[in-house]
Protein backbone atom coordinates (compact mmCIF):
# COMPACT_ATOMS: atom_id res chain seq x y z
CA UNK A 1 0.00 0.00 0.00
CA UNK A 2 1.45 3.65 -1.01
CA UNK A 3 2.87 5.29 2.44
CA UNK A 4 0.17 8.14 2.80
CA UNK A 5 0.50 9.58 6.14
CA UNK A 6 -2.01 11.07 8.74
CA UNK A 7 0.12 14.28 8.28
CA UNK A 8 -0.09 14.52 4.65
CA UNK A 9 -3.75 13.93 5.10
CA UNK A 10 -4.17 16.67 8.12
CA UNK A 11 -2.05 18.94 5.46
CA UNK A 12 -4.05 18.44 3.05
CA UNK A 13 -7.23 18.87 4.69
CA UNK A 14 -6.01 22.21 6.03
CA UNK A 15 -5.20 23.50 2.65
CA UNK A 16 -8.50 22.20 1.66
CA UNK A 17 -9.88 23.99 4.67
CA UNK A 18 -11.27 20.93 6.11
CA UNK A 19 -11.85 20.18 9.33
CA UNK A 20 -11.57 16.30 10.14
CA UNK A 21 -12.17 14.01 13.01
CA UNK A 22 -9.06 11.42 13.97
CA UNK A 23 -11.37 9.19 12.68
CA UNK A 24 -11.60 10.73 9.32
CA UNK A 25 -8.28 11.21 8.97
CA UNK A 26 -7.60 7.50 9.58
CA UNK A 27 -10.20 6.69 6.87
CA UNK A 28 -9.07 9.27 4.13
CA UNK A 29 -5.26 7.91 5.02
CA UNK A 30 -6.29 4.44 3.73
CA UNK A 31 -8.54 5.59 0.96
CA UNK A 32 -5.80 8.29 -0.40
CA UNK A 33 -3.38 5.53 -0.35
CA UNK A 34 -5.07 3.18 -2.22
CA UNK A 35 -5.86 5.57 -5.16
CA UNK A 36 -2.15 6.76 -4.77
CA UNK A 37 -1.28 3.13 -5.37
CA UNK A 38 -4.07 2.54 -8.06
CA UNK A 39 -2.80 5.45 -10.10
CA UNK A 40 0.94 4.31 -9.37
CA UNK A 41 -0.04 1.67 -12.09
CA UNK A 42 -0.35 3.87 -14.56
CA UNK A 43 3.45 4.79 -14.26
CA UNK A 44 4.30 1.13 -14.84
CA UNK A 45 2.73 1.12 -18.30
CA UNK A 46 3.69 4.26 -19.47
CA UNK A 47 7.02 4.42 -21.43
CA UNK A 48 9.34 7.30 -21.59
CA UNK A 49 7.96 7.82 -25.20
CA UNK A 50 4.47 8.85 -23.64
CA UNK A 51 3.98 12.37 -22.43
CA UNK A 52 1.78 13.25 -19.81
CA UNK A 53 -1.62 13.69 -20.91
CA UNK A 54 -4.00 16.84 -19.10
CA UNK A 55 -6.17 17.56 -21.76
CA UNK A 56 -7.65 13.78 -23.93
CA UNK A 57 -8.51 15.52 -27.04
CA UNK A 58 -5.61 16.72 -29.19
CA UNK A 59 -7.36 20.31 -29.99
CA UNK A 60 -5.23 24.03 -29.08
CA UNK A 61 -6.01 27.43 -30.11
CA UNK A 62 -9.79 27.47 -29.01
CA UNK A 63 -10.42 31.35 -28.66
CA UNK A 64 -13.20 33.62 -28.75
CA UNK A 65 -13.51 36.78 -30.78
CA UNK A 66 -12.92 39.97 -28.57
CA UNK A 67 -16.67 41.15 -27.84
CA UNK A 68 -18.00 41.99 -24.46
CA UNK A 69 -21.78 40.79 -23.76
CA UNK A 70 -24.42 41.61 -20.99
CA UNK A 71 -23.52 39.10 -17.93
CA UNK A 72 -26.06 37.99 -15.21
CA UNK A 73 -28.59 40.41 -14.34
CA UNK A 74 -27.53 41.34 -10.94
CA UNK A 75 -30.68 40.39 -9.34
CA UNK A 76 -29.91 36.82 -10.20
CA UNK A 77 -26.63 37.14 -8.44
CA UNK A 78 -27.89 38.43 -5.46
CA UNK A 79 -30.10 35.41 -5.50
CA UNK A 80 -27.27 32.90 -5.49
CA UNK A 81 -25.30 34.87 -2.58
CA UNK A 82 -25.50 33.22 0.52
CA UNK A 83 -24.85 36.75 2.25
CA UNK A 84 -25.29 40.19 0.09
CA UNK A 85 -25.10 43.83 1.12
CA UNK A 86 -24.29 46.77 -0.47
CA UNK A 87 -24.80 45.24 -4.03
CA UNK A 88 -22.02 42.88 -3.11
CA UNK A 89 -21.27 39.75 -1.74
CA UNK A 90 -20.53 39.36 1.99
CA UNK A 91 -18.22 36.91 2.75
CA UNK A 92 -16.85 36.31 6.66
CA UNK A 93 -13.70 38.07 7.88
CA UNK A 94 -10.63 37.00 6.02
CA UNK A 95 -7.15 37.26 8.31
CA UNK A 96 -8.41 35.39 11.44
CA UNK A 97 -6.23 32.33 10.48
CA UNK A 98 -2.95 33.87 10.04
CA UNK B 1 0.27 54.47 12.51
CA UNK B 2 2.83 55.72 14.96
CA UNK B 3 6.33 57.28 14.21
CA UNK B 4 8.19 54.79 12.93
CA UNK B 5 10.39 52.21 14.74
CA UNK B 6 12.04 51.08 11.70
CA UNK B 7 15.69 51.25 11.85
CA UNK B 8 17.66 52.32 8.59
CA UNK B 9 21.31 52.77 7.54
CA UNK B 10 22.20 55.84 5.71
CA UNK B 11 21.94 55.09 1.84
CA UNK B 12 25.56 55.75 1.16
CA UNK B 13 26.53 53.38 4.31
CA UNK B 14 24.21 50.69 2.51
CA UNK B 15 25.76 50.86 -0.35
CA UNK B 16 29.26 50.97 0.71
CA UNK B 17 28.86 47.60 2.59
CA UNK B 18 26.06 45.75 0.01
CA UNK B 19 24.87 45.34 -3.21
CA UNK B 20 21.47 45.51 -3.94
CA UNK B 21 19.51 42.98 -6.37
CA UNK B 22 16.64 43.84 -7.14
CA UNK B 23 13.23 42.00 -9.07
CA UNK B 24 10.25 43.11 -10.38
CA UNK B 25 7.02 41.83 -10.91
CA UNK B 26 4.65 43.94 -12.82
CA UNK B 27 1.31 43.38 -13.71
CA UNK B 28 -0.44 44.85 -16.70
CA UNK B 29 -4.50 44.81 -16.90
CA UNK B 30 -5.56 44.44 -20.70
CA UNK B 31 -7.78 47.32 -22.31
CA UNK B 32 -9.69 44.44 -23.81
CA UNK B 33 -13.34 44.78 -24.62
CA UNK B 34 -14.22 41.54 -22.78
CA UNK B 35 -12.71 39.17 -20.12
CA UNK B 36 -9.95 36.94 -20.55
CA UNK B 37 -12.44 33.77 -20.23
CA UNK B 38 -16.20 35.10 -20.90
CA UNK B 39 -17.41 37.63 -22.73
CA UNK B 40 -18.27 39.78 -19.68
CA UNK B 41 -17.30 43.65 -19.92
CA UNK B 42 -13.99 44.26 -19.14
CA UNK B 43 -14.28 48.17 -18.39
CA UNK B 44 -13.34 49.66 -15.01
CA UNK B 45 -15.43 50.10 -12.71
CA UNK B 46 -19.31 49.92 -13.59
CA UNK B 47 -21.96 49.27 -10.32
CA UNK B 48 -20.95 46.13 -8.45
CA UNK B 49 -21.41 42.60 -9.69
CA UNK B 50 -22.98 43.94 -12.70
CA UNK B 51 -20.17 42.50 -15.04
CA UNK B 52 -20.10 38.95 -14.16
CA UNK B 53 -21.63 35.69 -15.30
CA UNK B 54 -21.66 32.06 -14.48
CA UNK B 55 -17.94 31.38 -15.97
CA UNK B 56 -16.58 34.57 -14.00
CA UNK B 57 -18.58 33.68 -10.76
CA UNK B 58 -17.33 30.22 -10.73
CA UNK B 59 -20.81 28.21 -11.41
CA UNK B 60 -20.55 25.01 -11.82
CA UNK B 61 -20.58 23.73 -14.85
CA UNK B 62 -19.47 26.63 -17.10
CA UNK B 63 -16.90 26.82 -19.27
CA UNK B 64 -13.85 29.22 -19.91
CA UNK B 65 -13.04 30.15 -23.39
CA UNK B 66 -10.11 32.21 -24.12
CA UNK B 67 -9.87 35.71 -25.76
CA UNK B 68 -7.97 35.79 -28.55
CA UNK B 69 -7.28 39.59 -28.27
CA UNK B 70 -5.79 39.04 -25.04
CA UNK B 71 -3.59 36.23 -26.47
CA UNK B 72 -2.95 38.66 -29.21
CA UNK B 73 -1.97 41.62 -27.13
CA UNK B 74 -0.09 39.09 -24.75
CA UNK B 75 2.37 37.97 -28.05
CA UNK B 76 2.98 41.67 -28.83
CA UNK B 77 3.82 42.53 -25.36
CA UNK B 78 6.24 40.11 -25.44
CA UNK B 79 7.82 40.79 -28.82
CA UNK B 80 8.26 44.10 -27.75
CA UNK B 81 9.84 43.23 -24.79
CA UNK B 82 12.63 40.83 -27.31
CA UNK B 83 11.57 37.72 -25.52
CA UNK B 84 10.65 34.16 -27.61
CA UNK B 85 7.08 33.36 -27.85
CA UNK B 86 6.35 29.40 -27.16
CA UNK B 87 5.02 27.67 -29.62
CA UNK B 88 3.11 25.08 -27.16
CA UNK B 89 1.83 26.34 -24.05
CA UNK B 90 -0.67 26.01 -21.32
CA UNK B 91 -2.72 27.53 -18.23
CA UNK B 92 -2.58 26.54 -14.84
CA UNK B 93 -4.48 26.40 -12.01
CA UNK B 94 -3.48 28.06 -8.98
CA UNK B 95 -5.26 27.18 -6.01
CA UNK B 96 -5.93 29.18 -3.04
CA UNK B 97 -8.74 29.79 -0.63
CA UNK B 98 -9.43 33.80 -0.63
CA UNK B 99 -13.00 35.75 -1.33
CA UNK B 100 -11.01 37.37 -4.25
CA UNK B 101 -11.61 34.82 -6.67
CA UNK B 102 -15.06 32.79 -6.62
CA UNK B 103 -13.94 29.66 -7.98
CA UNK B 104 -11.37 28.43 -5.42
CA UNK B 105 -8.74 28.88 -8.07
CA UNK B 106 -7.10 32.07 -10.26
CA UNK B 107 -6.38 30.72 -13.85
CA UNK B 108 -2.62 31.62 -14.74
CA UNK B 109 0.52 30.27 -16.04
CA UNK B 110 3.30 27.70 -14.24
CA UNK B 111 5.83 26.37 -15.86
CA UNK B 112 5.03 27.20 -19.62
CA UNK B 113 4.21 30.89 -19.83
CA UNK B 114 3.61 32.35 -23.27
CA UNK B 115 6.65 34.63 -23.62
CA UNK B 116 10.48 34.17 -22.06
CA UNK B 117 13.61 35.06 -22.24
CA UNK B 118 13.54 38.58 -23.37
CA UNK B 119 15.30 42.04 -22.32
CA UNK B 120 13.79 45.93 -21.83
CA UNK B 121 17.14 49.04 -22.34
CA UNK B 122 16.29 51.81 -19.78
CA UNK B 123 18.39 54.87 -19.30
CA UNK B 124 19.16 56.69 -16.09
CA UNK B 125 20.29 60.24 -15.47
CA UNK B 126 23.47 60.25 -13.36
CA UNK B 127 25.94 63.18 -12.25
CA UNK B 128 28.30 61.24 -15.43
CA UNK B 129 25.23 61.69 -17.98
CA UNK B 130 22.99 59.30 -18.78
CA UNK B 131 23.51 55.37 -18.24
CA UNK B 132 22.31 52.65 -19.90
CA UNK B 133 20.98 49.31 -18.18
CA UNK B 134 19.25 46.06 -19.74
CA UNK B 135 17.01 44.51 -17.61
CA UNK B 136 16.65 41.24 -18.62
CA UNK B 137 12.83 39.47 -19.16
CA UNK B 138 12.39 36.29 -17.32
CA UNK B 139 8.27 35.70 -18.32
CA UNK B 140 5.54 37.17 -19.57
CA UNK B 141 2.52 35.26 -18.90
CA UNK B 142 -1.45 35.76 -18.87
CA UNK B 143 -3.75 35.10 -16.27
CA UNK B 144 -7.07 36.53 -14.32
CA UNK B 145 -7.26 39.62 -12.43
CA UNK B 146 -9.09 39.10 -9.29
CA UNK B 147 -12.41 40.63 -7.74
CA UNK B 148 -12.28 43.79 -5.27
CA UNK B 149 -12.57 43.49 -1.51
CA UNK B 150 -14.00 46.07 0.85
CA UNK B 151 -13.60 45.43 4.53
CA UNK B 152 -16.09 46.76 6.67
CA UNK B 153 -16.75 46.97 10.34
CA UNK B 154 -13.69 47.56 12.30
CA UNK B 155 -13.10 51.41 12.01
CA UNK B 156 -9.72 50.72 10.00
CA UNK B 157 -11.35 49.91 6.55
CA UNK B 158 -8.28 47.91 6.55
CA UNK B 159 -7.98 43.86 6.63
CA UNK B 160 -7.32 44.06 9.83
CA UNK B 161 -9.65 44.49 12.34
CA UNK B 162 -12.94 44.11 10.13
CA UNK B 163 -15.72 41.83 11.02
CA UNK B 164 -16.53 40.88 7.55
CA UNK B 165 -15.97 41.75 3.70
CA UNK B 166 -17.79 42.81 0.73
CA UNK B 167 -16.87 41.30 -2.96
CA UNK B 168 -17.48 43.11 -6.48
CA UNK B 169 -16.76 40.70 -8.73
CA UNK B 170 -16.42 42.62 -11.97
CA UNK B 171 -12.06 42.74 -11.81
CA UNK B 172 -12.27 39.12 -11.45
CA UNK B 173 -11.88 38.14 -14.74
CA UNK B 174 -10.35 40.67 -16.84
CA UNK B 175 -7.18 39.67 -18.43
CA UNK B 176 -3.95 40.49 -16.58
CA UNK B 177 -0.28 40.06 -17.90
CA UNK B 178 2.78 39.54 -15.62
CA UNK B 179 6.08 40.53 -16.56
CA UNK B 180 8.93 39.45 -14.26
CA UNK B 181 12.83 40.34 -14.57
CA UNK B 182 15.79 38.36 -13.93
CA UNK B 183 17.41 39.69 -11.07
CA UNK B 184 18.98 43.12 -11.73
CA UNK B 185 22.17 43.02 -9.98
CA UNK B 186 25.06 45.29 -10.75
CA UNK B 187 22.99 48.70 -10.37
CA UNK B 188 24.30 50.17 -6.88
CA UNK B 189 23.43 53.22 -5.62
CA UNK B 190 21.19 53.38 -9.22
CA UNK B 191 18.87 50.57 -8.01
CA UNK B 192 16.00 52.50 -6.67
CA UNK B 193 16.38 55.25 -10.48
CA UNK B 194 16.72 51.76 -12.80
CA UNK B 195 13.99 50.53 -10.72
CA UNK B 196 11.59 53.20 -11.77
CA UNK B 197 13.36 53.96 -15.18
CA UNK B 198 12.34 50.27 -15.67
CA UNK B 199 8.61 50.54 -14.99
CA UNK B 200 8.60 53.57 -16.73
CA UNK B 201 9.56 52.21 -19.61
CA UNK B 202 7.38 49.55 -19.10
CA UNK B 203 4.50 51.42 -19.01
CA UNK B 204 5.50 53.81 -22.06
CA UNK B 205 6.26 50.71 -24.22
CA UNK B 206 2.29 49.12 -23.10
CA UNK B 207 1.10 52.48 -24.13
CA UNK B 208 2.74 52.45 -27.27
CA UNK B 209 1.38 49.20 -28.22
CA UNK B 210 -2.14 50.00 -27.14
CA UNK B 211 -2.73 47.54 -24.99
CA UNK B 212 -3.65 48.88 -21.32
CA UNK B 213 -4.03 52.28 -20.53
CA UNK B 214 -1.40 51.55 -17.97
CA UNK B 215 -2.61 53.64 -14.86
CA UNK B 216 -0.61 53.29 -12.34
CA UNK B 217 -3.58 55.63 -10.18
CA UNK B 218 -6.36 53.55 -11.47
CA UNK B 219 -4.57 50.19 -10.73
CA UNK B 220 -4.23 49.14 -14.07
CA UNK B 221 -0.43 49.15 -13.77
CA UNK B 222 0.87 47.23 -10.77
CA UNK B 223 4.12 46.26 -9.56
CA UNK B 224 5.71 44.40 -6.43
CA UNK B 225 9.33 45.00 -5.69
CA UNK B 226 11.76 42.19 -4.67
CA UNK B 227 14.87 43.75 -2.77
CA UNK B 228 17.57 41.77 -1.25
CA UNK B 229 21.11 42.56 -0.34
CA UNK B 230 23.84 40.50 -1.07
CA UNK B 231 26.47 40.42 2.16
CA UNK B 232 30.33 41.14 0.82
CA UNK B 233 31.24 38.30 -0.62
CA UNK B 234 27.63 36.56 -1.26
CA UNK B 235 25.60 36.55 -4.15
CA UNK B 236 22.52 36.44 -3.16
CA UNK B 237 20.67 37.58 0.59
CA UNK B 238 16.98 36.94 1.56
CA UNK B 239 14.58 39.20 -0.57
CA UNK B 240 11.27 41.06 0.83
CA UNK B 241 8.80 41.70 -1.62
CA UNK B 242 6.34 44.87 -1.21
CA UNK B 243 3.68 44.49 -2.78
CA UNK B 244 1.25 46.97 -5.13
CA UNK B 245 3.55 49.98 -5.13
CA UNK B 246 1.39 52.30 -7.22
CA UNK B 247 3.49 55.10 -8.31
CA UNK B 248 6.93 55.36 -10.20
CA UNK B 249 8.01 57.53 -7.62
CA UNK B 250 6.98 54.40 -5.09
CA UNK B 251 8.73 52.75 -7.26
CA UNK B 252 11.91 54.58 -6.70
CA UNK B 253 11.13 54.88 -2.82
CA UNK B 254 9.78 51.48 -1.89
CA UNK B 255 13.64 49.89 -3.08
CA UNK B 256 15.53 52.78 -1.46
CA UNK B 257 13.71 52.54 1.88
CA UNK B 258 14.26 48.13 1.54
CA UNK B 259 18.09 48.89 1.21
CA UNK B 260 17.96 51.21 3.99
CA UNK B 261 16.56 49.21 6.42
CA UNK B 262 17.67 45.74 5.29
CA UNK B 263 20.99 46.97 5.40
CA UNK B 264 20.17 48.03 9.22
CA UNK B 265 19.12 44.98 9.65
CA UNK B 266 21.37 43.00 8.34
CA UNK B 267 24.61 45.39 9.95
CA UNK B 268 22.81 45.01 13.10
CA UNK B 269 23.54 41.31 13.18
CA UNK B 270 19.92 40.11 12.15
CA UNK B 271 18.94 38.17 9.11
CA UNK B 272 16.08 39.30 6.82
CA UNK B 273 12.67 37.53 6.28
CA UNK B 274 11.45 36.46 3.36
CA UNK B 275 8.20 38.23 3.20
CA UNK B 276 5.86 40.25 2.05
CA UNK B 277 5.39 44.02 2.62
CA UNK B 278 3.43 46.94 2.16
CA UNK B 279 4.40 50.22 1.15
CA UNK B 280 2.64 53.20 2.62
CA UNK B 281 2.14 56.36 0.33
CA UNK B 282 2.35 58.96 3.11
CA UNK B 283 5.50 57.87 4.97
CA UNK B 284 7.55 56.22 2.34
CA UNK B 285 8.31 53.42 4.41
CA UNK B 286 7.27 49.40 3.68
CA UNK B 287 5.94 47.31 6.80
CA UNK B 288 5.72 43.86 7.20
CA UNK B 289 2.85 41.91 5.72
CA UNK B 290 2.47 38.11 5.68
CA UNK B 291 5.34 36.03 6.54
CA UNK B 292 6.14 33.58 3.69
CA UNK B 293 7.74 31.03 6.62
CA UNK B 294 4.93 28.67 5.24
CA UNK B 295 5.17 29.28 1.59
CA UNK B 296 1.26 28.93 -0.07
CA UNK B 297 1.09 25.80 -1.67
CA UNK B 298 -0.79 27.04 -4.78
CA UNK B 299 -0.63 22.91 -5.88
CA UNK B 300 -0.74 24.56 -9.78
CA UNK B 301 -2.26 21.46 -12.41
CA UNK B 302 -2.83 22.29 -16.07
CA UNK B 303 -5.84 23.70 -16.70
CA UNK B 304 -8.37 21.15 -17.96
CA UNK B 305 -10.94 23.13 -19.07
CA UNK B 306 -8.29 25.22 -21.60
CA UNK B 307 -6.85 23.65 -24.23
CA UNK B 308 -3.56 24.62 -25.12
CA UNK B 309 -2.11 27.86 -27.20
CA UNK B 310 0.06 27.29 -29.92
CA UNK B 311 0.88 30.03 -31.84
CA UNK B 312 2.46 29.67 -35.34
CA UNK B 313 4.95 31.45 -36.65
CA UNK B 314 3.47 32.81 -38.85
CA UNK B 315 0.53 34.57 -36.15
CA UNK B 316 3.83 35.51 -34.58
CA UNK B 317 5.38 37.17 -37.51
CA UNK B 318 2.38 38.62 -38.42
CA UNK B 319 1.54 40.32 -34.99
CA UNK B 320 5.44 41.45 -35.22
CA UNK B 321 4.73 43.18 -37.70
CA UNK B 322 1.84 45.53 -35.92
CA UNK B 323 4.46 46.59 -33.33
CA UNK B 324 4.78 50.31 -32.92
CA UNK B 325 8.22 52.90 -32.71
CA UNK B 326 9.68 51.44 -29.65
CA UNK B 327 9.82 54.40 -27.24
CA UNK B 328 13.29 54.63 -26.57
CA UNK B 329 13.77 55.01 -30.56
CA UNK B 330 10.80 57.49 -30.74
CA UNK B 331 12.57 59.98 -27.98
CA UNK B 332 16.06 59.65 -29.86
CA UNK B 333 14.02 60.75 -33.62
CA UNK B 334 12.14 63.13 -32.29
CA UNK B 335 15.35 64.51 -29.82
CA UNK B 336 16.94 65.07 -33.04
CA UNK B 337 13.74 66.45 -34.90
CA UNK B 338 13.48 68.88 -32.08
CA UNK B 339 17.22 69.81 -32.28
CA UNK B 340 17.07 69.78 -28.56
CA UNK B 341 19.72 68.84 -25.77
CA UNK B 342 20.09 65.21 -23.95
CA UNK B 343 19.05 67.74 -20.76
CA UNK B 344 16.17 69.09 -22.40
CA UNK B 345 14.74 65.74 -23.53
CA UNK B 346 15.35 64.74 -20.09
CA UNK B 347 13.12 67.24 -18.79
CA UNK B 348 10.01 66.65 -21.09
CA UNK B 349 10.63 62.94 -20.18
CA UNK B 350 10.66 63.14 -16.60
CA UNK B 351 7.61 65.80 -17.06
CA UNK B 352 5.81 63.00 -18.80
CA UNK B 353 5.52 65.70 -20.76
CA UNK B 354 6.42 63.80 -24.26
CA UNK B 355 3.28 63.09 -26.08
CA UNK B 356 1.40 66.32 -25.11
CA UNK B 357 4.73 68.43 -26.05
CA UNK B 358 4.77 66.32 -29.79
CA UNK B 359 1.16 67.25 -30.04
CA UNK B 360 1.05 70.43 -29.39
CA UNK B 361 3.91 70.92 -32.05
CA UNK B 362 1.61 69.12 -34.49
CA UNK B 363 -0.78 72.00 -34.08
CA UNK B 364 1.77 74.27 -35.50
CA UNK B 365 3.42 75.58 -32.06
CA UNK B 366 7.00 76.04 -31.94
CA UNK B 367 9.00 73.34 -30.19
CA UNK B 368 10.48 75.52 -27.43
CA UNK B 369 7.09 77.16 -26.77
CA UNK B 370 5.76 73.70 -26.70
CA UNK B 371 8.25 72.84 -24.35
CA UNK B 372 7.91 76.29 -22.43
CA UNK B 373 4.57 75.70 -21.51
CA UNK B 374 4.14 72.27 -20.42
CA UNK B 375 7.12 71.76 -18.90
CA UNK B 376 6.97 75.27 -16.63
CA UNK B 377 3.64 76.40 -15.93
CA UNK B 378 1.52 73.59 -16.41
CA UNK B 379 3.77 71.02 -14.76
CA UNK B 380 3.82 73.52 -11.52
CA UNK B 381 -0.25 73.91 -11.44
CA UNK B 382 -0.34 69.78 -12.06
CA UNK B 383 2.02 69.71 -9.20
CA UNK B 384 0.48 72.03 -6.95
CA UNK B 385 -2.95 70.17 -7.80
CA UNK B 386 -1.77 66.71 -7.72
CA UNK B 387 -2.86 65.79 -11.15
CA UNK B 388 -1.05 64.25 -13.66
CA UNK B 389 -0.09 66.45 -16.38
CA UNK B 390 -2.38 64.88 -18.87
CA UNK B 391 -5.41 65.56 -16.67
CA UNK B 392 -5.00 69.13 -16.73
CA UNK B 393 -7.94 70.19 -18.97
CA UNK B 394 -5.47 72.50 -21.58
CA UNK B 395 -5.09 71.10 -25.18
CA UNK B 396 -3.12 71.34 -27.60
CA UNK B 397 -5.14 73.50 -29.31
CA UNK B 398 -5.52 76.22 -26.70
CA UNK B 399 -1.71 76.70 -26.56
CA UNK B 400 -1.82 76.76 -30.27
CA UNK B 401 -4.51 79.88 -29.98
CA UNK B 402 -2.82 81.79 -27.11
CA UNK B 403 0.56 81.83 -29.41
CA UNK B 404 -1.14 82.90 -32.06
CA UNK B 405 -2.56 85.85 -29.92
CA UNK B 406 1.11 86.45 -28.57
CA UNK B 407 2.63 86.27 -32.14
CA UNK B 408 -0.49 88.91 -33.48
CA UNK B 409 1.06 91.16 -30.06
CA UNK B 410 -2.12 90.91 -28.39
CA UNK B 411 -1.16 88.64 -25.23
CA UNK B 412 1.81 89.29 -23.61
CA UNK B 413 3.24 85.86 -21.67
CA UNK B 414 2.55 87.42 -18.35
CA UNK B 415 -1.27 87.84 -19.62
CA UNK B 416 -1.26 84.21 -21.51
CA UNK B 417 -0.83 82.57 -18.09
CA UNK B 418 -3.44 84.12 -16.93
CA UNK B 419 -5.49 83.01 -20.08
CA UNK B 420 -4.18 79.35 -19.07
CA UNK B 421 -5.11 80.11 -15.60
CA UNK B 422 -9.05 80.93 -16.68
CA UNK B 423 -9.08 77.44 -18.73
CA UNK B 424 -7.56 75.50 -16.49
CA UNK B 425 -9.97 76.72 -14.07
CA UNK B 426 -13.16 75.72 -16.51
CA UNK B 427 -14.03 79.76 -17.35
CA UNK B 428 -14.09 78.63 -21.29
CA UNK B 429 -11.82 78.00 -23.94
CA UNK B 430 -9.00 80.60 -24.96
CA UNK B 431 -11.10 83.79 -26.55
CA UNK B 432 -13.63 83.24 -24.00
CA UNK B 433 -11.45 83.39 -21.21
CA UNK B 434 -9.60 86.66 -22.23
CA UNK B 435 -12.73 87.88 -23.35
CA UNK B 436 -14.09 87.55 -19.82
CA UNK B 437 -11.47 88.78 -18.04
CA UNK B 438 -10.29 91.87 -20.23
CA UNK B 439 -7.15 89.85 -21.34
CA UNK B 440 -5.43 92.33 -24.08
CA UNK B 441 -2.16 93.95 -24.45
CA UNK B 442 -2.42 97.63 -24.00
CA UNK B 443 -1.03 98.56 -27.47
CA UNK B 444 -2.44 101.74 -28.44
CA UNK B 445 0.61 103.77 -28.28
CA UNK B 446 -1.53 107.09 -27.08
CA UNK B 447 -2.60 105.43 -23.82
CA UNK B 448 1.20 104.16 -23.34
CA UNK B 449 2.67 107.28 -24.43
CA UNK B 450 -0.29 108.98 -21.45
CA UNK B 451 1.29 106.55 -19.26
CA UNK B 452 4.55 106.94 -19.68
CA UNK B 453 4.45 111.20 -19.17
CA UNK B 454 2.62 110.54 -15.95
CA UNK B 455 5.19 108.04 -15.06
CA UNK B 456 7.87 110.71 -15.95
CA UNK B 457 6.07 113.24 -14.38
CA UNK B 458 6.10 111.44 -10.97
CA UNK B 459 9.69 110.87 -10.78
CA UNK B 460 11.45 113.22 -12.40
CA UNK B 461 14.89 112.72 -10.87
CA UNK B 462 14.93 109.19 -13.21
CA UNK B 463 13.43 111.32 -15.87
CA UNK B 464 16.95 112.92 -15.88
CA UNK B 465 18.99 110.22 -15.22
CA UNK B 466 17.98 108.54 -18.20
CA UNK B 467 18.19 111.62 -20.57
CA UNK B 468 21.85 112.17 -18.70
CA UNK B 469 22.49 108.83 -20.67
CA UNK B 470 21.97 106.02 -18.14
CA UNK B 471 19.77 104.43 -19.37
CA UNK B 472 19.19 101.26 -17.21
CA UNK B 473 16.89 103.95 -14.74
CA UNK B 474 14.23 103.07 -17.73
CA UNK B 475 13.42 99.84 -15.95
CA UNK B 476 11.95 102.00 -13.27
CA UNK B 477 9.40 104.27 -15.56
CA UNK B 478 8.49 101.05 -17.52
CA UNK B 479 7.79 99.56 -13.93
CA UNK B 480 5.60 101.90 -13.46
CA UNK B 481 3.97 101.77 -16.94
CA UNK B 482 3.26 98.19 -16.58
CA UNK B 483 1.60 98.92 -13.48
CA UNK B 484 -0.31 101.49 -14.37
CA UNK B 485 -1.32 99.06 -16.97
CA UNK B 486 -2.12 96.14 -14.92
CA UNK B 487 0.84 94.28 -16.45
CA UNK B 488 -1.40 94.36 -19.74
CA UNK B 489 1.25 96.61 -21.58
CA UNK B 490 4.37 95.07 -23.37
CA UNK B 491 7.27 95.98 -21.56
CA UNK B 492 9.77 96.22 -24.67
CA UNK B 493 7.32 98.04 -26.07
CA UNK B 494 7.00 100.57 -23.10
CA UNK B 495 10.47 100.50 -22.87
CA UNK B 496 10.79 101.35 -26.79
CA UNK B 497 8.58 104.35 -26.52
CA UNK B 498 9.56 105.73 -23.38
CA UNK B 499 13.54 106.11 -25.13
CA UNK B 500 11.91 107.34 -28.14
CA UNK B 501 10.50 110.03 -26.23
CA UNK B 502 12.78 111.33 -24.27
CA UNK B 503 14.91 111.21 -27.97
CA UNK B 504 17.90 108.75 -25.85
CA UNK B 505 19.37 105.98 -28.19
CA UNK B 506 18.58 102.20 -26.48
Known amino acids: MANITREQVQHLAHLARLELTEEETAHYTDQLSAIVEAVEHVSEVAADDIPPTSHPVPMTNVFREDVARPGLDRADVQAGAPSWEDDRFRVPRILDED | ?506
Open chain 2, 1 to 506: MSASAIERMKFDDALAAFEPVLGLETHVELGTASKMFCSCSAEFGGEPNTHVCPVCLGLPGSMPVVNASAIESTIRMGLSLNCSIASWCRFARKNYFYPDMPKDYQVSQYDEPLCVDGYLDVVVATDDGPREFRVEIERVHMEEDTGKLTHAGGDTGRIHGADYSLVDYNRAGIPLIEIVTKPIVGAGELAPLVARAYVTELRDLMRALGVSDVRMDQGSLRCDVNVSLAPSGEPWGTRSETKNVNSLRSVERAVRFEIERQAAVLSGGGRVVQETRHFHEDTGETTSGRSKEHAEEYRYFPEPDLVPVAPTSDWVEELRGTLPEVPSVRRARLQAVWNISDLEMQTLVNAEALDLVESTIDHGVDQAAARKWWTGEFTRIANEQGIALTDLPVTAAHIARVEELIADGSLTDKLARQVFEGVIAGEGDVDAVVQARGLVVVGDDSTLLAAIEQALADQPDVAEKIQGGKVQAAGAIVGAVMKATKGQADAAKVRTLLLEHLGVDG
